[in-house]
C-alpha cells in the first residue's frame, strides 16, 4: 500500500482564490511527520511546511497552512491568495519513526496551475 | 554560500560507461541523502548517510554506490550505467534532532545514451 497518497494528479485554480491540496497517508508509527515542498519548472525542491504528529495546532507559514486530521490520516496543503508563481509540482512527504531515523517518502505530486 | 550544492548539473553519457555525481552540504547537517525523479515525477530515495553511516538503502542496483567522505559530502558513483538510469537525482541533508526538513540540491540531470 502507498504511504503518501496525493489523489490529484491536476489542479487549477484562478489567481488570488484558496487552493486545498490532498494528501493522505498510511502509518502505524505513532511518531512521524509530515512535509509539504514545492518544485517549479525550474526543477529545485522548496520546503514549504511541516507538522509533526504530536503537534495540536495545525502548521501555517504565510500563506501555506496544513489541515492536518490525525484521524483520517490526512494532511492537506492550503494555500491562500494564489500567485501566478504558485503554479509548480507539489509534493507531500511523510517521515517516520523516531527523529534519529528518518524514513521518507514522497507522494507522487500534485500539478497546480494557477490562472490569471 | 549555497546550502546544498551538486555537480555537475547536467550529465550526459553513453550506457556502460562509469560517473559520478558530487553533493556538498554547508549547513552543518549530519544526515544526506540521495534521491532519484523519473520522468513521471516521482521521487524516490536511494540512500541516506548519517554519520558517515549508511542507513537507508532502498533496493537499488548495486551498481549505484554512495561514498561520504565527510559530514558535509556524499557523493554518488554509477558504475555501468542503462538507459533506466537517466533522470534527475537530488541530494539532500537534514539535521537529526530537529523536525528533519531536507534541504534539497539544485539537481543533476542524468541522461545516458
Known amino acids: 500500500a502507498q504511504k503518501i497518497t496525493q489523489t490529484q494528479p491536476g489542479m487549477f485554480v484562478q489567481e488570488k482564490e484558496a487552493v486545498t491540496l490532498d494528501c493522505t497517508y498510511d502509518?502505524?508509527?505513532?511518531?512521524?511527520?509530515l512535509f509539504w515542498y514545492k518544485q517549479p519548472s525550474s526543477g529545485e525542491m522548496i520546503f514549504l511546511i511541516y507538522?509533526?504528529?504530536?503537534?495540536?495546532q495545525n502548521a501555517t507559514e504565510g500563506r501555506y497552512s496544513l489541515n492536518f486530521q490525525k484521524a483520517r490520516k490526512s494532511a492537506n496543503l492550503v494555500i491562500s491568495a494564489s500567485q501566478l508563481g504558485d503554479s509548480a509540482m507539489y509534493f507531500c512527504?511523510?517521515?517516520?519513526?523516531?527523529?534519529?531515523?528518518?524514513?521518507?517518502?514522497f507522494g507522487r505530486g500534485t500539478s497546480l496551475i494557477v490562472h490569471p | 554560500d549555497t546550502a546544498v550544492s551538486q555537480t555537475p548539473k547536467y550529465l550526459v553519457t553513453q550506457m556502460g560507461n562509469d560517473k559520478s555525481i558530487k553533493c556538498e552540504q554547508n549547513?552543518?547537517?549530519?544526515?544526506m541523502y540521495w534521491y532519484k525523479q523519473d520522468s513521471k515525477k516521482f521521487l524516490k530515495i536511494m540512500f541516506s548517510?548519517?554519520?558517515?553511516?549508511?542507513?537507508i538503502n532502498e533496493t537499488v542496483p548495486n551498481r549505484f554506490s554512495p561514498k561520504s567522505p565527510d559530514k558535509a559530502h556524499l557523493n554518488l558513483h554509477i558504475n555501468s550505467l542503462e538507459l533506466g538510469d537517466s533522470a534527475v537525482y537530488f541530494c539532500?541533508?537534514?539535521?537529526?534532532?530537529?523536525?528533519?526538513?531536507?534541504?534539497f540540491g539544485p539537481g543533476t540531470r542524468l541522461t545516458v545514451l
Open positions: 512527504a511523510m517521515r517516520e519513526g523516531q527523529r534519529g531515523s528518518y524514513i521518507p517518502t
Open positions: 549547513l552543518g547537517h549530519d544526515t
Open positions: 548517510y548519517n554519520n558517515k553511516e549508511l542507513i
Open positions: 502509518t502505524s508509527d505513532p511518531s512521524y511527520g
Open positions: 539532500a541533508s537534514s539535521h537529526r534532532g530537529r523536525n528533519n526538513e531536507q534541504f
Open positions: 507538522q509533526g504528529s504530536y503537534d495540536q
